[in-house]
């Protein structure tokens, strides 16, 4: 008996490995090679490769493919239809599976419903990327991004609210959910630890 609950419809390749009280829910498809952690949810119609490893937490939503080469940190966020891919041009008759360009998402970030995440990027922690939007670059821990293609317009703290600081200084401010405090030096925030 598996410690991980599987909808009747899931297809979960020989040698994958999920974690203890995961949900795999309706037409999933996980490759024998995927790695996936403890208390993940991966909703409707969702494929995960083969090279793909998703830690602890992560919420993968419905019709989200995370393809080989994609690296999701603990509770990373996935919204509904974003994004992934891996391979920076491709053309139908190139083989090109030796140039798969490696994208990281680091612990707690959020990817909003129909962004796209363009191969070779890092997300930096709890970064936010809103809905729609397509990211070509490295993003920086914390960052709210918007648009096509993707522009810093804020911060973001941990509880996933816009932290009132301009993109660049010295200055600090609390999260209104929380209280936690923020410290911005220069372009980078880190949370104050008291």
């Not at 998402?105 to 997300?123: H, P, S």
Request: charged share 20%; aromatic share 8%; net charge negative.
């Amino acid at each position: 008996m598996s410690s991980f609950y599987q909808h009747e419809t899931a297809i979960i390749d020989s040698g994958a490995q999920i974690g203890e009280s995961s949900r795999v829910w309706h037409f999933v498809h996980v490759c024998s090679g995927a790695l996936i952690g403890k208390e993940v949810s991966l909703g409707q119609n969702v494929f995960v490769g083969n090279q793909v490893t998703i830690g602890d937490k992560c919420k993968v939503q419905n019709n989200v493919s995370v393809y080989d080469n994609v690296h999701l940190e603990a509770e990373v966020f996935c919204g509904p239809s974003m994004v992934f891919t891996n391979v920076y041009n491709p053309r139908s008759g190139v083989e090109r599976k030796e140039e798969y360009r490696s994208t990281l998402v680091k612990r707690g970030a959020t990817l909003g419903a129909n962004c796209t995440i363009v191969c070779g990027v890092t997300i930096g922690e709890f970064a936010f990327i809103g809905a729609g939007s397509v990211v070509n670059k490295d993003v920086k821990p914390y960052a709210l991004i918007v648009g096509v293609p993707g522009k810093q317009i804020g911060w973001m703290s941990e509880y996933g609210e816009q932290l009132e600081l301009p993109l660049e200084g010295n200055c600090s401010v609390k999260c209104k959910s929380t209280g936690e405090l923020y410290e911005l030096k220069g372009r980078s925030i880190t949370k104050v630890i008291e």
